[in-house]
């Protein structure tokens, strides 16, 4: 596609279920960022991969968050066992390269409300 | 990781006044982008301006890279420039990207 895509767009779900949010990069790009923003703040970094491979998930904030690319395109964010505080923007990125010193380009987002 | 600071907090413009928007970083980096949050929060990519200067249209970015500061200047402001614009850099020893927390804008008619 022309631009980096994200499903769903909104999402709502009730404390405890687990939510699974996907990205689809710019065709071609190897590198694939996640970040969850929250009201008012700047993006926060959550993890990265190069291909199929995550090279950093230092952001992930506990054992609930997971992500994986497995055919080095598509990515799936997913939530376990949601809580109130996981609610928040949530958007990928992509980027030509393999490192941060490419342009990233911002998919619209996952609006997350959990209730 | 590296603090990425922005200012001012908030703008409030009339339409055709220019501005300059500030960004200090903590350490050297490899990456420094400008974004553009739109009212319907879509994060849009203004420059990928790591140093130097460039020009897009009445928007232009300065990074002046041995001193940690870049600077966007939009010229000729219009309603359609309010939003919030974000500073983003990476590091030169990972590959995180930091956020600011923006300058919020608002151009009124």
């Known amino acids: 596609g022309a631009g980096v895509s994200q499903s769903p767009r909104y999402k709502v779900t009730k404390r405890g279920q687990d939510v699974a949010l996907r990205c689809d990069p710019i065709s071609g790009h190897v590198s694939l960022y996640w970040y969850r923003q929250a009201l008012g703040q700047g993006p926060e970094f959550l993890t990265y991969?190069?291909?199929?491979?995550?090279?950093?998930k230092s952001g992930l904030p506990n054992d609930r968050f997971s992500a994986e690319r497995p055919e080095g395109s598509i990515s799936t964010l997913t939530i376990q066992r949601t809580e109130q505080r996981d609610s928040a923007m949530y958007r990928c990125?992509?980027?030509?390269?393999?490192?941060?010193?490419?342009?990233?380009?911002f998919g619209p987002g996952t609006r997350l409300t959990v209730l | 990781g590296i603090q990425v600071e922005q200012s001012p907090p908030d703008l409030i413009l009339q339409e055709g006044a220019n501005s300059t928007l500030r960004c200090n970083f903590s350490?050297?980096?490899?990456?420094l982008q400008w974004f553009h949050q739109n009212p319907w929060g879509q994060l849009i990519n203004l420059f990928y301006?790591?140093?130097g200067t460039k020009q897009n249209g009445r928007l232009s970015a300065t990074t002046v890279a041995t001193e940690r500061y870049s600077l966007l200047y939009i010229s000729s402001s219009q309603t359609t420039d309010s939003g919030v614009y974000f500073c983003a850099v990476d590091s030169n020893t990972g590959n995180q990207f930091y956020f600011g927390t923006g300058t919020s804008l608002t151009v009124i008619p």
């Open positions: 350490d050297s980096v490899n990456n």
């Open positions: 990125a992509s980027s030509l390269g393999a490192t941060s010193s490419d342009t990233q380009y």
């Open positions: 301006i790591p140093s």
């Open positions: 991969f190069n291909y199929e491979a995550q090279q950093d």
